[in-house]
Each structure stands twice: as structure tokens, then as C-alpha cells.
């Protein structure tokens, strides 16, 4: 009886080991309405959002994590690094986010939606200790929206213009206001909204170079025209308006823009243009405005054109544009996480290959790749380099999943023998007692 249960173990055991082996690595559920920050210069770190696989919406859990980008990979086979142990906050979704301009590795998040009653207004979020703290700021600002984008200057302050006021969980409306929040001295202060456009939510806004911020778009009832941005000057505390020309795009909300590597450009990708969550089309997707003049053109596009999407976040890591998640696009075939390649202002590229500035060791690829990029004729081709990219990163996640599976089964015979040798000492005993 004794040995037939052993067995029985044993046999579970090892078939746990088997099963263990094979599982898979942390991925996060698809969402939109997150929060995407780069900290620690090449670190995308995202949370908070809703569910975007479920027909009625909800605030997803508490998940946070990250993907470095301080090393190439390809989009179809994405590492994410698991946080969500650290998380301590309320779910959320449409919050501001910015990080600090101190250093790389502070991030400030205020409002949003909650999930629960709590009247705290501001996060902070350090990654040299993993931990969320709660500041205390002088002033008086009780009031929380949502659908609005943060924007931090170089002197620390963070800029909270229009966005929806909310008033209880079911309760909201626009205001028009300028809440602004000094990330160094811990304060609150507010910003003029004469000249200000109407209030709306889910705009578009980025930081220029000439400390002017730039808003355009939005949604107040209706999806606003991009005929008109508005400039906010952050020095002189007032507002201008800039009427725009060329191939304007159309009306729309939940589109991300981010300034080009020249400083002389726009660049929006995705939206929606009626309440009913339609999404774009790939050729209504993707505009660029020029800082000069203000005209709008479709640039020139190659690679595999992704679909549009809505609510999601792009941030600029290197010479990409780096969207993340979103609504309106499917998982299985396309990744959570798109690279738009801007270094080339007369044709951006759809890649899914991230390639770091700095060059790889030779010395660290294999023999077969070294002769092979020491060809000039494949050198010189940027494919031949995107192809030897995939092979190694394909010949590493190989490398790492054959590591797994024998470590795994050699942990599975050790206990195998572990357990035969128990059997046999109280076999033994036994027959000693006998």
C-alpha cells in the first residue's frame, strides 16, 4: 500500500515539473485608457486602464510592468518585466502621468478614474525603490478630472488644462481650467484661461521647443476640428490661436501625438471620430503638422501598416514612436506594442524590430553572423540587418526556453531520485521493525 502511493507521488510530481516547464512568461491583458511613462531613460513602465477584451468595461486590476529598451527585440515576441508585486494603488484609467524632469526615475500621476472613494489626487512613483508614495502639497486644489494629458516643463511643473471634472462615479462634466502643480516645491497653482479654446477631454498636446505647449482636437460632445490648435506659453501665462492649412485631418479624440526628432514636427497616429467608437481607417490614421508653417500632409509610409487604433498611448524612446495598446485593433494578429521608425522625415517606417543607437558587440554574435555582417554588399543593407536581428533574437528566446525545459526536468529527477531513496529508507526500516 505504502509503495503504491509513493509511486502515486511521484508520478504527480514529475507530471507538475512537465506541466511547469512549459509555462509561459507574464503578459499583461490588452487595455486602453493606461498609462505609458519612460523612466530610467529606456524603461516604458504601463498600468491602470480598462479591459478592452470584455463586452462590458471595467478597471483592470492591479497589473504594472514594464519592457526595457535598452537592448533590441522583436515586437512578435515581447518580454515583459512583472511589478505588479509593488503596485499599491487604486485601479484607475484615464489619469495624467508625466515624469520628472529631476530625474529619470520619479513618476508623478494625478487624477483619473478611480475605483474606489479615495480623495487622493496625486501619486508618486520611484523605481530605485519600487514604491508608491503619497505627497504632500501645499495649496488648495480638491478637484479631480480625467481625459486629460499631462505636460511638464524643465522647471518642474506640470500642466492639467480642460479635461472632465469628476464628481462621483457617475457624475462628470468638462471645465476649462489650468490647474498647474509644481513637482519640486510640492504646490499647487493655476494657469490663465483667457483666450483658452473650449473645454474638451481626450485632445492632443505636446511640450515645443519654444516652451509653448500645443493642444489640438479633443472631444467636448462631439469630436473637435483640427482646423485650429491652441498655443499655451508657459513663460508669459497666456494663450494664441494658429489656424492651420494643407491635408487637415479629420475631427477626432483618443489620438496620440508626439513632436519629431527635428523639434519641427507633429506627428498624431489613430483616434476615433464619431461617439460610437469607430475606429479610423489606415489612410485617415497617421498625420504629420509642420511647426513652421502649420500645415498638415500624410507623410510617406512603408512597412506593414498596422490598424488604427483609439485611446492608446505613444511615447518616443530612441527614433521610434512607441505605441502602446489601445481599442480597436485584434491581439492575435497584431502586437500590444507598435514602432513607428520617425528618423527619416521622408518616410517614416512600420517596423517590428527596436534597435538600439549603440552598435552590439562583434565579439558577443555568433561566428556565422560576424562573417556575415562583414560582407559589404549585406552590410549595407538595412533588410539584411533587420533579418540578423530577428535570427539572434529567435536563436535566444530558443536558447532560453531549452534552459527552462532541462532545468526543469533535471529539478524533476533529482525529486524523482529524492523520493525513491525516501521509499527505500522506510522500506528498510520496515523490515528492520519486522
Known amino acids: 500500500m505504502l509503495q503504491k502511493s509513493l509511486a502515486n507521488i511521484i508520478i504527480l510530481l514529475y507530471l507538475f515539473q512537465l506541466i511547469n516547464c512549459q509555462t509561459k512568461f507574464y503578459e499583461p491583458r490588452q487595455r486602453f485608457g493606461h498609462t505609458a511613462a519612460v523612466l530610467d531613460d529606456n524603461k516604458l513602465y504601463m498600468f491602470g486602464g480598462y479591459d478592452m477584451t470584455s463586452s462590458i468595461e471595467y478597471l483592470l486590476g492591479k497589473e504594472f510592468f514594464y519592457i526595457d529598451f535598452s537592448t533590441p527585440f522583436n515586437t512578435k515576441e515581447l518580454t515583459w518585466e512583472d511589478l505588479s508585486d509593488y503596485y499599491t494603488l487604486p485601479s484607475h484609467a484615464f489619469s495624467a502621468t508625466v515624469k520628472s524632469n529631476r530625474n529619470n526615475n520619479t513618476l508623478f500621476l494625478y487624477g483619473g478614474i478611480i475605483e474606489s472613494t479615495a480623495e487622493t489626487l496625486v501619486y508618486r512613483y520611484d523605481t530605485q525603490s519600487n514604491a508608491w508614495s503619497t505627497p504632500t502639497i501645499t495649496g488648495i486644489n480638491n478637484i479631480r478630472k480625467r481625459d486629460l494629458i499631462g505636460i511638464i ?202 534597435v538600439p543607437s549603440y552598435n552590439p558587440d562583434p565579439s558577443s554574435l555568433p561566428s556565422s553572423s560576424i562573417e556575415q555582417s562583414s560582407s559589404p554588399t549585406q552590410s549595407s543593407s538595412p533588410s539584411h540587418s533587420v533579418n540578423l536581428l530577428s535570427a539572434q533574437q529567435s536563436e535566444k528566446s530558443s536558447l532560453t526556453m531549452i534552459v527552462s525545459i532541462v532545468g526543469s526536468l533535471f529539478a524533476g529527477t533529482i525529486l524523482l531520485f529524492g523520493c525513491f531513496f525516501i521509499y527505500r529508507w522506510i522500506k528498510i526500516k520496515r523490515e528492520q521493525k519486522n
Open 153 to 354: 516643463d524643465n522647471n518642474g511643473k506640470m500642466y492639467l488644462w480642460s479635461g472632465m471634472k469628476v464628481i462621483n462615479e457617475k457624475n462628470t462634466n468638462y471645465v476649462n481650467d489650468m490647474l498647474i502643480l509644481d513637482t519640486i516645491n510640492l504646490s499647487w497653482g493655476q494657469g490663465s484661461t483667457i483666450g483658452a479654446p473650449t473645454a474638451r477631454g481626450n485632445y492632443g498636446a505636446i511640450l515645443l521647443p519654444n516652451n509653448n505647449i500645443i493642444y489640438m482636437g479633443g472631444y467636448n460632445g462631439e469630436e473637435l476640428t483640427l482646423k485650429q490648435v491652441y498655443l499655451y506659453d508657459i513663460i508669459n501665462d497666456n494663450w494664441s490661436i494658429k489656424t492651420t492649412s494643407g491635408i487637415v485631418p479629420s475631427g477626432r479624440s483618443g489620438f496620440s501625438a508626439v513632436l519629431g526628432l527635428d523639434g519641427q514636427r507633429i506627428i498624431i497616429f489613430g483616434g476615433t471620430t464619431t461617439v460610437a467608437r469607430n475606429n479610423l481607417t489606415i489612410e485617415d490614421s497617421l498625420y504629420e503638422l509642420n511647426l513652421i508653417n502649420f500645415e498638415w500632409r500624410i507623410p510617406k509610409i512603408s512597412g506593414q501598416i498596422p490598424k488604427s487604433r483609439m485611446y492608446h498611448k505613444a511615447n518616443v524612446i530612441e527614433k521610434y514612436m512607441v505605441v502602446s495598446f489601445g481599442f480597436g485593433y485584434d491581439p492575435p494578429i497584431e502586437s500590444d506594442i507598435l514602432l513607428l521608425d520617425i528618423s527619416n522625415n521622408n518616410e517614416y517606417i512600420w517596423t517590428y524590430n527596436f
